[in-house]
Nanobody, 130 residues
């Protein structure tokens, strides 16, 4: 059974850092493009970042560019989202998602679109507050 499990969320003060992990079981993660998404209360789920199967191509939402870094360790079957300089507006449940088909490119927001992904984790809560 294909399963994605997020971890690493928590409570942090503004300016702090967290590293989220997305671990896969039941399949090999390097066969999949991975996206990170988040959903704040009362808002739609939005794409934060994505990474290609082999890792060289990445994409970020403007709101997190320069603060968040996506990376993958295929040997550990895990994808990470390093979040620095966190702001209260980053508060949300964060989800990772997997897609087996290749994206044609990593420009724009195609790889940060929820409908493009096949498998989803259950999410991990991130709260940024003083």
């Amino acid at each position: 059974q294909l399963q994605l499990v997020e971890s690493g969320g928590g409570f942090v003060q503004p300016g702090g850092s967290l590293r989220l992990s997305c671990a896969a079981s039941g399949f090999t993660l390097d066969d999949y493009a991975i996206g990170w998404f988040r959903q704040a209360p009362g808002k739609e789920r939005e794409g934060v970042s994505c990474v290609s199967k082999s890792g060289p191509s990445t994409n970020y939402a403007d709101s997190v560019k320069g603060r968040f870094t996506i990376s993958r360790d295929n040997a550990q079957n895990t994808v990470y989202l390093q979040m620095n300089s966190l702001k209260p507006e980053d508060t949300a449940v964060y989800y990772c998602a997997a897609r087996s088909r290749r994206f044609p490119y990593y420009r724009g927001n195609i790889c940060r679109t929820t409908a493009e992904y096949d498998y989803w984790g259950q999410g991990t809560q991130v709260t940024v507050s003083s």
